[in-house]
């Protein structure tokens, strides 16, 4: 079943225009569902979402509790694992796990190995040419070591309203004594083919950092 992911009330305003015959057939190429392309049963570990704003953030959890932490997703397991690409693949530290195809964008969200546990979420597209999904973007991880802990957190949302993702991506170390150092903000987006860029000033000026709190 798909859902709606949203965190906030929002009211979008669209423009529509009449495109021409061959704009009409170039749209509805583009628009052609990525979930037709890539191998079924994988796309079946996915669960599909039309997402508004979404907060991705990793767990220090090994085997997290799917009604505390949103991104459990599915073991990918068997000829499957054939199907990731570099940065996707499981190992000795954990497995990698199908957690959300973001249907408004054609984004794949998947928790994979990090230090100690698969505890991070990675950005991923799929690649038609190799049939592989290929890593974008780390988005999550959570690591402490004693006391010290990393930790980056990520939101895909559409800032300015042209129906294409930024992601916007916020990290720091914290301290036994709660002290935050090394903190980072910084906004990307999406190009067009699914990778994201540096975003414009304006665009980095729509991101707000207060909103943006990390869990």
Request: net charge negative; hydrophobic share 40%; with cysteine.
């Amino acid at each position: 079943m798909k859902k709606l992911i949203y965190y906030f009330p929002i009211f979008i305003l669209v423009a529509c225009n009449q495109p021409n015959d061959q704009g009409a057939e170039t749209n509805e190429k583009a628009k052609e569902p990525i979930s037709q392309k890539i191998d079924e049963g994988l796309m079946t570990l996915f669960e599909e979402v039309n997402v508004v704003k979404m907060h991705l953030f990793g767990t220090t959890e090994m085997e997290p509790n799917p009604e505390e932490y949103p991104y459990t997703g599915k073991a990918i397991s068997g000829d499957a694992i054939g199907m990731l690409g570099e940065g996707l693949q499981p190992n000795d530290i954990g497995a990698v796990y199908a957690c959300y195809y973001t249907e408004n964008s054609g984004h794949f969200i998947l928790r994979v190995p990090g230090k100690y546990a698969s505890s991070d979420l990675a950005l991923a597209k799929w690649d038609a040419v190799t049939g592989k999904l290929v890593k974008i973007n780390d988005l999550a991880l959570l690591t402490c070591d004693e006391g010290i802990c990393d930790q980056q957190d990520a939101w895909l949302a559409d800032l300015d309203d042209n129906r294409t993702f930024e992601l916007i991506v916020r990290k720091h170390t914290r301290d036994a004594q709660g002290n935050v150092s090394d903190e980072n903000f910084e906004v990307l987006t999406d190009q067009g083919m699914g990778d994201f860029v540096d975003a414009t000033e304006l665009l980095v000026s729509l991101a707000v950092k207060a909103n943006y709190v990390m869990q």
